[in-house]
Nanobody, 112 residues
Framework: VQLQASGGGWVQAGGSLRLSCAAS??????????MSWYRQAPGKERELVAA???????IYGAPVKGRFTISRDNAKSTVDLQMNALKPEDTAVYYC?????WGEGTLVTVSS
């Protein structure tokens, strides 16, 4: 399985970014997989940002609830993360996850 994340970058506080993750090399139909975004800030543990659960409602980590939105396009095998009202504490490397596979991560930097 390959997970290619894109869309990271630098933004001022209050701004928006959209991350995208393209999946390939998986065995079953893409829509049968739960897809998630995690992040890891310097000196901190990796934490769940958002998850698209098959047959259920999306799950969001408390720090991002109401600001971030996860969505998927099963036809394109992609999962996106729309990030609004960004804060400096959102600065981290963001990782796409499918089952026990991880993408390389994309850096998001939010300046105050």
């Amino acid at each position: 399985v390959q997970l290619q994340a894109s869309g990271g970058g630098w933004v001022q506080a209050g701004g928006s970014l959209r991350l995208s993750c393209a999946a390939s090399g998986y065995s079953f139909s893409f829509d049968s997989y739960a897809m998630s975004w995690y992040r890891q800030a310097p000196g901190k543990e990796r934490e769940l940002v958002a998850a698209e659960i098959v047959g259920g409602s999306p799950i969001y980590g408390a720090p991002v609830k109401g600001r971030f939105t996860i969505s998927r396009d099963n036809a394109k095998s992609t999962v996106d993360l729309q990030m609004n009202a960004l804060k400096p504490e959102d600065t981290a490397v963001y990782y796409c996850n499918m089952v026990n596979f991880w993408g390389e991560g994309t850096l998001v930097t939010v300046s105050s």
